[in-house]
């Protein structure tokens, strides 16, 4: 019994350092099968396990040696090495030829020390790590699309081009941007000017000379003397000498001017998906086509924003955008004498930045500073001192214009309905009866409710969304 005993040790251990898989593999377990049952074996690939037969075997044979190979210790001892991802049928008959049992083996590529490497790496990400085949399946939930990258591309590393992807981001994915544009326009412009006529020739024929500033228009004289006309800030100074008939009109003016502009854009989009958004209108413009036809497009203006969010990790957000807030400007147009055709007044930016929940970037800003002056004069005259004054003109005007766009981005999930609020839920329209017969308007409306909370806000807060 000891003799037995220590020669099947000596020819297991001859059979892992002179076999032929010996600098290969080493076997990982040892496995029983009985007789008159069919038995899987899991195989790694590359890897070998021992196999003991409860019944002594006399014959041996494998279905596809490609995918696993053996080689036999004992009757009763076996070694399988897997060669190939799949599945073959191991049979074992006695010395009578009768069938003891068929054993079913799977090979399977080694994914344990990828499922290390992978817990190492993404450690909160519940990932769950499959076999099909000769691939690597991978399914569960990460948190973002960042980190499904970063497993795939583990993944490729131990089964290139065999990686299948069931997994989900369950993480927030949806982005709520929201873009402000706020423009400030201040002009100045003072002007004093002097304008000087002469009539010597008859008090009657209105004939006369006259000597002004170089950039207003001269004023006529007649026998009622020189007018001031419409202008603003014009006063008008009338003397005779004999037949001669002297007028000076001057004119001061200053003129001040304020305008603001803001827009504030805003959309939600997912994660990858372009999202775009105008508030405004589209102008008809003609275009020249062949045969001397006229075709019409139409160029869209107002408030608009397109935009691409993508959510790397976490709250760090990824914004690909475009925004722009456009007008017409009638001042600028060309007229082509069959029609006429506007321009636009445009301001916009496109850019790519990053940024996490909540946070906010200035993207654009102009600082524009504008400013022109002149002074004309009657050559001579206007160079004489103190008197020159009446012969000179001088036109000041300066103007500033600042500009600048600001970006905010949220991370946001969906709400109830009846959590949200319309500027429209705090009217009430008024019944015909109160209308016409009471004389009542439309009044505040007082809904109940988390939307009634929202509701009841001054309209000169913020008003319009309810984000968490």
Do not use: C
Not at 181 to 205: C, G
Not at 403 to 412: E, F, P, Q
Request: glycine fraction near 8%; charged fraction near 20%; proline fraction near 4%.
């Amino acid at each position: 019994m000891k003799y037995a005993g220590f020669l099947k040790a000596a020819l297991f251990g001859l059979a892992i350092v002179f076999g032929p898989f010996a600098n290969t593999v080493q076997a990982e377990n040892l496995q029983i099968v009985r007789k008159g049952a069919s038995r899987d074996l899991s195989v790694t690939l590359n890897r070998a396990i021992v196999v003991e037969s409860d019944t002594p075997f006399a014959e041996l044979s494998v279905a596809n040696p490609g995918i696993a190979d053996f080689s036999t210790l004992s009757d009763r001892t076996i070694y399988i090495l897997g060669k190939a991802p799949g599945r073959t049928t191991m049979t074992l008959l006695d010395e009578t030829g009768r069938l003891i049992t068929n054993v079913e083996i799977h090979v399977s590529t080694d994914v344990s020390e990828f499922k290390e490497r992978l817990n190492q790496i993404l450690p909160n990400e519940k990932i769950e790590v499959r076999t099909a085949n000769d691939g690597i399946v991978l399914s569960g939930s990460v948190s973002s699309a960042t980190r499904m990258d970063r497993a795939l591309a583990l993944a490729e590393r131990y089964a290139p081009e065999r990686v299948s992807n069931l997994m989900v981001v369950s993480g927030k994915q949806q982005v709520m941007l929201k873009v402000r544009f706020a423009e400030m326009q201040r002009s100045v412009s003072k002007q004093l000017s002097t304008s000087l006529a002469i009539d010597a020739l008859s008090p009657v024929s209105g004939n006369g000379a006259a000597l002004a500033g170089s950039n207003l228009p001269s004023t006529g004289v007649n026998a009622g003397g020189v007018a001031a006309g419409n202008n603003a800030g014009a006063a008008f100074f009338g003397f005779d000498i004999g037949s001669v008939e002297i007028g000076i009109l001057m004119q001061a003016l200053e003129q001040k001017g304020v305008v603001r502009t803001l827009a504030e854009p805003n959309l939600t989009a997912l994660s990858g998906q372009e999202a775009t958004f105008l508030a405004g209108g589209e102008y008809p413009i003609p275009v020249a086509q062949d045969n001397d036809t006229t075709s019409i497009e139409f160029k869209p203006f107002g408030v608009e924003l397109n935009f691409i969010p993508r959510v790397v990790d976490e709250d760090i957000i990824n914004l690909e955008l475009a925004a722009a807030v456009s007008s017409i400007d009638t001042t600028n147009g060309i007229n082509t004498g069959t029609f006429t055709v506007d321009a636009f007044r445009r301001r916009d930016t496109s850019t790519t930045v990053a940024l996490r929940d909540g946070e906010s970037f200035a993207i654009a800003g102009l600082l524009q500073d504008d400013f022109r002056d002149s002074n004309g004069q009657v050559p001579w005259l206007g160079d004489v001192p103190v008197l020159g004054a009446l012969f000179r003109s001088a036109d000041y005007a300066r103007a500033q214009t600042e500009l600048v766009i600001i970006v905010s981005a949220h991370l946001v999930t969906p709400t109830r309905g009846e959590a949200l609020a319309l500027p429209t839920d705090r009217v009430k329209l008024p019944s015909e009866a109160d209308l016409f017969l009471n004389g009542r308007v439309a009044k505040q409306n007082r809904p109940t409710g988390t939307a009634g909370e929202v509701a009841r806000q001054d309209f000169t807060g913020s008003y319009g969304y309810v984000m968490d």
